[in-house]
């Protein structure tokens, strides 16, 4: 019940607790309006990057401080502002909400809610451009981040504090990897992040779904800049979404990020500084187009033991053209990030998904973070996918083939057909080693590739059924490896699923 | 010379008009040139400019303010 005499009462207290305080703040006039863009004079005192605020309660950005003139991009407001406006300086950066209660909510990069469920009552703020964790105050990597993909967590394993870039063509399952992985975090106190920077208004209202669907937008926080938002929006969400995670970073929290994505962040810069006339350099980037993504990427950071232990993972994901790597922004991406994911259209189109083509993906840090056991068995599955891959493709010249190469390829066949997963179906580390160790062995050699599919799920219900314990005796191995008798137990598991499988044929 | 406007809804008494200057020449010294404005939309209070900066004590502005921290 809400008692309106107690409103009026509360209404009184806070307005009693305000104190209006007023330091002298510089002034200027607006010159020139334009694309977004506002020229300023005056405002002697203004700092780079600080918050200006114009005439009628409109926000602009201070880019440009030169001699007589202030260049600053507009927040809001493009078209209500005219030449001779006042504008004040504010003297603090751009601030945005954070907390736990921004934890299932959709915001602007200001903070603003969007998602029509009132007001986000957290007190807290932080200032969205933050300097990155001392080489002092950090850890190791060491703990690792399960994407529940297969194809990841056992060749290119990612570790809390780690930035892993996600790169590929349009349309090759990028953003499905990044959706799978904040899916696979439920019960495992991450928090998420997702950050959109330009996307289409109905990709993301897809993906909120999606989320909500699987019960993990409440603990996910998705900050949002769509195409139609001005261009400085779009620059800025990354930051306030790195804020976002940064708080429960310093609270001692796992926090996971995903920038959504970079490219097209850094088409927004390169609009904003076309317009303020900076020197345009390769493909009209500007000059600090590598350092607008490297202070970015460099907040991702495992904090050591004193400073609580918290930790930002972040994936960003950028988009190549026509399968280029090797243009400027993914470069510069590459170089800055502890490894890359690289997705492929070909295998795509091919019917391999997730993607990813394991020859060129990597993670650099992440192998310390992999569990024991994990690591021994996939320690060879890189070795076989890349000779099979060799033998592939020499025998696509139809060339009579003897055993050993016949029985290379039928087994490297059924490890491609292993590591194929539907989206939205992730798989425990259990499961994983389960699948990886029985996909690898010779007692499957008698199996088509094309019964690998049927074959894995039903291994999978066959195990949890029959013998469960086979999985907590996993877990338990993590640490000090797995041993033979394990291994043989799961052999025979898979030997007794085989027979039952074939049961009808044999009849 | 700095150029100085004081923005009130009425005239300044003696006794105000003594403060205020020694408010400016606190901020700014005494070689300013300080012009007197009457303007009923700042609804009350006192808006002070030295040169670019602004000392804003005005009741509409307090308004605006309390209204952004709600």
Known sequence: MINIKNIGEQLKSKINTFTPEDKGRTTGKVLYCGDGIIKISGLDTVKYNELLEVEGGYHALALNLETDIVGAVLLDGESKIEYGDTVYSSGRTIEIVVGEELLGRIVSPLGEPMDGLGVIKSTKKRPIEFSAPAIMDRDKVNEPLQTGILSIDSMIPIGRGQRELIIGDRQTGKTAIAIDTILNQKGKDVKCVYVAIGQKASTISNIVNILRENDALEYTTIVCSTAKDPAPMQYIAPYSGCAIAEYFMYSGKAALI????????????????????????????PGDVFYLHSRLLERAAKLNDKLGGGSITALPIVETQAGDISAYIPTNVISITDGQIY?????????????????????????????????????????????????AIFSQFGSELDKSTQDILSAGNRLMETLKQPQYLNYTVEEMMVLLLVAQSEIISNLNHKEMKTFNAGLLSHINSTKPELFDELNSSKLNGISTELKEKIYSSAKEFIVYLHRDENE | MINVTVKTVMPLNADL?????????????????????????????????IGDVVYDGSIKRQITKLKENF
Not at chain 1, 258 to 285: C, F, N, Q, W
Not at chain 1, 362 to 383: D, E, H, N, P
Not at chain 2, 31 to 47: Q, W
Request: charged content about 25%; glycine content about 8%; proline content about 2%.
């Open chain 1, 258 to 285: 995903i920038y959504d994505d970079l490219s097209k962040h850094a088409v927004s810069y390169r609009t904003m500084s076309l317009l303020l006339k900076r020197p345009a350099g390769r493909e009209a980037y």
């Open chain 1, 343 to 391: 997705l492929e259209s070909e295998l795509f189109n091919s019917g391999m998904r997730p993607a990813v083509n394991v020859g060129l993906s990597v993670s650099r840090v992440g192998g310390s973070a992999q569990c024991k056991s994990m690591r021994q068995i996939s320690g060879q599955t890189r070795l076989n996918l890349a000779q099979y891959r060799e033998l």
């Open chain 2, 17 to 49: 008009k003594v403060k205020t200057i020694n408010f400016i020449s606190k901020k700014a010294g005494n070689e300013t040139e300080i012009e007197y404005i009457i303007d009923k939309n700042i609804l009350g209070g006192i808006i002070i400019k």
